[in-house]
């Protein structure tokens, strides 16, 4: 069971790695953390259910996260360069 433990946070930190260049342990070992908080918060030792919570911990974590920062916004120029999207003008027209 410890390497379906492993599996994630292994291959997250190999994601970041090849992204970032480096290698950041508080990273890694954090989802260690979120599966134990979750193991002691729905008492089961079920570590299927563990691994399936974790990700939609995160994956909830990480849209609020991008909602509060306004990412979309603040990287509107980026996408418009990338994928050379046209955006209309916002203001108080109706969209259908």
Known sequence: MLQLCLITPLLGSLKNYVK????????????????ALIQSIIQT???YLILILERWFFFGFKVIRSIY??????????????????????????YR
């Open 20 to 35: 970032y260049k480096r290698f950041n342990f508080l990273v890694f070992i954090r989802t260690f953390y979120i599966y």
């Open 69 to 94: 920062r306004n990412d979309y916004m603040r990287n509107r120029i980026k996408y418009e360069t990338k994928y050379k999207l046209i955006y209309s003008i916002q203001g108080n027209q109706e």
């Open 45 to 47: 030792n079920n570590i």
